[in-house]
């Protein structure tokens, strides 16, 4: 790893696991160390699908509580813009506070907001809600590798355990999209956040009896005015890329927000500099492996939250399904997923990480320009479920060893600061891609109908477009990677 200055020393920096959890090697594991995967995965699964699960509802929710056509977009908005925005801060959180307390916290708290969501009687009540689930998903969703990291020694044990991880986290918006549809149709939009209740009942007592702090005797140290920062940062970069659906990429609105958020980002990049106890230390990034997967991160965040909610309007909008119906068309898409992490998890540890990142992008990158091929009158076999195994297949396969790669030889005290990255890598480019997306596949329909083209032929166009910019961004990763990684190979003892 790079240099190790400006630390902060509120956390045992031992190379070992917690005491009675895996050993040397991740050989020999306790009865805890699976109830500790099984909190880690049930709370990534809860985090997962609240990103995904209100889009086909938006409809039932519009009609029951009122939302003007313009305000409904928050609704999902209100959750990305806070979970995007609070990442860092949430990552570090469990560094600093202690990961038994953060994920605790954080269950009780995406519960009281869930309840509160499910009996919204207005709009601005169902609005904050949202938020709040954004705020308690920005401290789980970092929580869950950096529990797995200092739990599970580097070896076997933990490649299974990031590969668990990896593939509900991959599947989760997936299932998030079919439950949308079920909860919807059978019992009500309101289930679609009452459903989180249920889940976080079996969550919260398995984290309370089995995560496990490492003992401090230091105070913690936050870094404030970094916390300041980095948040009003993201946070400006969320908001300026969301708010494009009303305010174009070239106005002078846009441009200022983006602006600042450029500004902000670059005050806390010098902040973090002087800092004897920084947000994020920013000599992490010298090592390739962190810095590449959190590239990769946003590359294939950009690509797959787009995909999905391009999808799930392609099945709506042009194959006329219902939410039941365009849910259960994704559950090829979570099958793929989890096919593709359970190979990855096999083979990151004996061939060349190289070649299943790369092969996975590649894989990835095929399914999006097959989906690009799809119109008005294509079959749900032959324009969607074969697209969304081929894709699907490439982002477990990528992403479990991608997630591997930059958590691999990441020092215990900043588990937290490397799953926050690549979390907040992934969640800023899921927001990042769906506007620009959103504005490629508005722009191609318009561009169609220009033509003389029917409205479903030309919706079908424009997604198709926004489709191949999906494609062109899992290469894009892949290329990096195939440049990089014989590189990292050349020095990874220097940088382990």
């Not at 083979?347 to 399914?367: F, S, W, Y």
Request: hydrophobic residues 50%.
């Amino acid at each position: 790893m790079g240099d190790s200055g400006g630390l902060s020393p509120t956390r045992d920096t031992a190379p070992g696991p917690l005491p009675g959890t895996t050993g040397a090697g991740g050989r020999g594991p306790s009865a805890r160390t699976g109830l500790v995967l099984a909190a880690v995965c049930l709370s990534q699964l809860i985090v997962a699908l609240d990103i995904s699960v209100v889009n086909v509802a938006l409809p039932a929710i519009s009609r029951d509580l009122g939302f003007s056509a313009g305000s409904l977009a928050w609704v999902v908005n209100a959750y990305t813009l806070v979970f995007g925005g609070l990442l860092l801060l949430g990552g570090r959180l469990a560094d600093l506070f202690g990961h038994r307390r953060t994920m605790i916290a954080g269950l009780l708290l995406f519960g009281i907001a869930s309840l509160l969501g499910g009996f919204a009687q207005t709009p601005g009540q169902l609005i904050a809600a949202r938020a709040g689930q954004g705020l308690a998903g920005a401290v789980l969703a970092p929580i869950g590798l950096t529990v797995i990291m200092v739990t599970f020694a580097e070896g076997p044990a933990r490649t299974k355990a990031v590969g668990t991880w990896a593939t509900v986290a991959g599947s989760g918006s997936a299932l998030g999209v079919l439950a949308g549809g079920l909860l919807t149709d059978l019992l009500g939009w309101r289930w679609v956040m009452l459903i989180n209740v249920p889940l976080i009942a079996v969550a919260l007592p398995i984290a309370m009896a089995a995560v496990r702090d490492r003992p401090s005797h230091e105070r913690p140290r936050l870094d404030i005015l970094g916390a300041v920062l980095g948040t009003a940062s993201m946070t400006a970069l969320v908001y300026g890329v969301l708010s494009t659906d009303r305010h174009p990429w070239g106005s002078a609105r846009t441009l200022s927000v983006l602006g600042l958020a450029v500004l902000l980002g670059l005050a806390f990049t010098l902040w973090e500099r002087r800092s004897s106890a920084p947000l994020v230390r920013l000599g992490i990034l010298r090592s390739r492996t962190v810095w590449l997967s959190n590239v990769n991160s946003l590359l294939v965040g950009a690509a797959m939250v787009s995909g999905f909610y391009l999808a799930s309007l392609y099945l709506q909008d042009v194959l006329r399904y219902s939410p039941l119906e365009a849910g259960f068309a994704f559950l090829p898409f979570c099958f793929g997923a989890i096919g593709g992490s359970v190979a990855g998890m096999r083979l990151v540890k004996t061939v060349d990480r190289r070649l299943l990142i790369v092969g996975g992008l590649l894989l990835l990158a095929a399914g999006m320009a097959w989906f690009s091929l799809a119109d008005a009158s294509s079959t749900l076999i032959g324009g969607f479920f074969g697209p969304s195994l081929v894709a699907s297949v490439g982002m477990g396969l990528s992403m479990v060893t991608n997630t591997y790669m930059g958590t691999s030889g990441v020092a215990h005290h900043e588990a937290g600061l490397a799953s926050g990255l690549l979390n907040a890598g992934r969640q800023c480019g899921g927001s990042i891609g769906l506007a620009v997306l959103a504005t490629v596949a508005a722009a191609a329909t318009r561009a169609a109908e220009g033509t003389g083209a029917g409205a479903r032929e030309a919706l079908a166009a424009g997604y198709g477009r926004a489709f191949l910019v999906t494609a062109a961004l899992a290469l894009a990763a892949a290329a990096l990677t195939s440049v990089a990684l014989p590189r990292l190979r050349a020095t990874a003892a220097q940088e382990a």
